[in-house]
């Protein structure tokens, strides 16, 4: 107990009283010391540092790269993978205006190409992952006979729900096989744009839209496939969706941006994009 001391005129400090004090004062202080190195160590033994791998990626790669992200993960469990979804046109805008992207997955290698031919990346960076399909996709009620007429089918539909091809490239492809069957001047007043093929596919799967040509990627899903009919479009009736990716300059995370885009040229990757419709590129 600490006995609380009145100030007294008479009150004398002996001139070598510090140097009997002092010495506690070390041993307390050596103590404190000890134990915050103590707690430091422990607190970093029990914590392992979160390395985060942000994605840019094409709305069409939703499911599948759902999927390898969580066979990263599975290897890692300290690694965060943060993905943007949208328009592979759109995201190529951002990335030219140096959005803090660690890769970028693109549903067109032109894309990835131009940043490159930019300045944005090397050639050492740039990969082919996978060939895009598109599909004719209608609701399981619909009447309209897909199966047998294909595209020619769609004459019946009254909303016709595609990407918008400005920017999205799987828009582009819908557009060049109704041009390449003359129907595009029929369908141009029916059609409902979505900002990426994902969005597209949505306005089919909520009444939006009477059918839509979409990314076969998505069609494949359970959900789709349990609410709906689908048939390829023939791969000459447009321009191959040669898809590939970039891993950027600035990249963060490169470690880990180099670690799923082996996963993605692996033969598990492989098997895993063929799995959700995609055709393999050329080596």
């Known amino acids: 107990m600490f006995n609380t001391l009145s100030p007294r005129a008479d009150l004398k400090v002996s001139p070598r009283a510090d140097l009997k004090v002092g010495p506690y004062i070390l041993v307390l202080m050596g103590i404190l010391v000890l134990m915050g190195g103590v707690l430091a160590l422990t607190a970093c033994s029990g ?119 400005r920017h999205a490239p799987y828009g582009r492809a819908a557009e060049a096989a109704m041009r390449r069957a003359e129907l595009w001047d029929l369908f141009a007043q029916r059609l409902v744009l979505g900002e990426n093929v994902a969005q597209a596919a949505q306005f089919i799967q909520s009444g939006a839209a009477d059918a839509g040509v979409i990314a076969k990627s998505l069609a494949v899903t359970p959900r789709m496939r349990g609410a709906g009919r689908f048939v390829d479009v023939p791969e000459d009736a447009h321009p191959r969706l040669v898809q590939g990716g970039l891993i950027l300059p600035w990249a963060v995370s490169r470690e880990a941006a180099d670690g799923l885009r082996e996963l993605l040229l692996s033969a598990e990757g492989r098997r895993l994009l063929t799995s959700y419709g995609f055709d393999l590129p050329p080596r």
């Open 47 to 165: 914590a392992r540092a979160t390395s985060v791998l942000r994605v840019a990626a094409a709305a069409d790669l939703k499911f599948a790269l759902d999927e390898a992200i969580a066979t990263l993960r599975a290897r890692d469990p300290d690694l965060d993978v943060q993905v943007a979804y949208g328009s592979s046109g759109t995201l190529h805008a951002q990335l030219g205006q140096r959005a803090p992207y660690d890769l970028f997955l693109s549903a067109d290698v032109e894309y990835p190409r131009d940043l490159v031919a930019r300045g944005i990346g090397t050639d050492d960076d740039l990969f082919l992952y996978a060939v895009g399909r598109i599909v004719v996709w209608v609701p399981s009620d619909s009447t309209l006979p897909i199966e047998r007429d294909g595209l020619r089918a769609l004459e019946g539909a009254e909303r016709i729900a595609l990407a918008n091809p």
